[in-house]
């Protein structure tokens, strides 16, 4: 998000539901993501009922003698994030621990890659209790309804049914990108069959049993990720017998390029190249080995892009 709305509004007590609701579609309405407020009279009682009834996030401090009580309302595509600009810069200086800049690299992906495994993990506990909450607020709200038939508790559960696509949406396309589905209309709706497509498709990209070179099967993890390393390596040994007078012969009349293209090819790369093949690249992949993502490298392409270029034109 690189803008958003900020708005303040003396409520003058907000206890009763009604109330709330329309300040909560007036912030919708006004394209508001973060929302003060004053004069709410919240109390340790009614506080489950504003976190249960805006989508986003609520921080509220109670009404006391001296206070009628403060709160802002956080919409839920704001997402605030506190950044230590001292993380980063650590990390760049440890570059001389290390014995070159890939294997720095090397090592910042592994931490990133953790972080990020943390922070999805928060944000997927998030995402189910909110789709709980919704659940239940809308089997009420429907309830309500059909024995009021007020209109106003009727756009709320509209508002509710909505908020609930969404988010299954969202944990849909995670589960899309992870089994390696292009689209919905490759599968069924989704069930607890189209999640475990997921868990089906990790087992099938573990390697369970190799062959020794004797013929024997293998099924310790270590001793397949020895043989697999030993096959490969005498797989890819070069064979190739230094011959002057061979290569001479080969590579006589072979067409050369220019010496102005010849030290074009063999300058070092510049952030605009790099930046060129990352948007040529296609996105909504499963991540690489190293477990980031396209997506990820353009996110944060501001704060890795020359790091980058310098491990990639190391000598």
Known sequence: MDTFGVGSLNVNGAREERKRALIFQTAKIKHIDVLFLQETHSDVFNETDWRKEWEGEVILSHNTSLSGGVGFLLSKSFSPVSLEVEHFINGRQRKGDFSSLRQWWDHGKTQIRLLCQQHTLNVTQDIIRSMKDLESDIVELETISETTGDRGYIEILKEKKMALANLLDVKVQGALVRSRFLNTNEMDAPTSFFFGLEKKNGQRRVIHSLLSDTGQEITEPSQIRRRAVSFYSNLYTSE?????????????????????????????LTIQELQTALQGMQGRRAPGIDGLSVEFYKAYWDVLSHDLLDVFNEK
């Open 240 to 268: 190739y017998e230094e011959g002057e007078t061979l290569s001479e012969g080969f590579c006589n009349e072979l067409p050369q390029v220019s010496e102005e293209t010849n030290s074009l090819l063999e300058g070092p």
